[in-house]
């Protein structure tokens, strides 16, 4: 992979086009960025199904559909916008869904891997909104760029079923 899509400066430059579309008022649509053939590649935007049964149903026949059209994803970025509780400051983040919890706050995500799941990436752009509903960007949460992937600290979600389709002979 020549340029990758997981390095600061493709990620950086999503994420400023995903805060002047919450800026503008028109929301955030889930993006799926794929790196395939050398090349970045965009879907957008990403069917938003209600549940998580649904989305992991669709980033699975995803990767089928590529891999049957013999595409094999290189890396991808999964960008989309969220609710956060950060457990260092709210009291029992872990026991209520963010989207229920008192202290929550809005969020961009993107989150990216390799198709061999050895380097990854990890940026969380939280923001509180004026009374005017304008969003008041926040420092960074997170922000690992094309970071190697520890031993045994994989983690597993979407982007995980993505490539387990794609990557299936």
Not at 25 to 31: K, N, S
Not at 123 to 145: C, K, M
Request: hydrophobic fraction near 45%; proline fraction near 7%; glycine fraction near 6%.
């Amino acid at each position: 992979m020549r340029t990758s899509i997981l390095e600061q400066v493709f990620i950086d430059s999503i994420l400023r086009t995903a805060q002047q579309n919450v800026a503008q008022g028109e929301g955030l649509e889930p993006f799926l960025f794929l790196y395939m053939d050398g090349q970045p590649i965009t879907i957008t935007p990403v069917v938003h199904p209600l549940s998580p049964q649904e989305k992991q149903a669709y980033f699975t026949w995803l990767g089928a559909q590529l891999r049957r059209a013999g595409q094999v994803i290189e890396a991808a970025v999964f960008l989309a916008e969220t609710w956060l509780v950060l457990a260092t400051e709210a009291p029992a983040a872990c026991s209520v869904r963010p989207s229920r919890h008192p202290s929550r706050r809005e969020a961009i995500v993107a989150i990216g891997r390799d198709a061999a799941n050895t380097r990854h990436s990890l940026v969380v752009q939280p923001f509180g909104r004026t009374e005017q509903h304008q969003p008041v960007w926040e420092p960074l949460a997170v922000a690992s760029y094309n970071a190697p992937v520890a031993q045994g600290l994989q983690a597993v979600g979407l982007l995980d079923t993505l490539f387990a389709e794609n990557q299936k002979r």
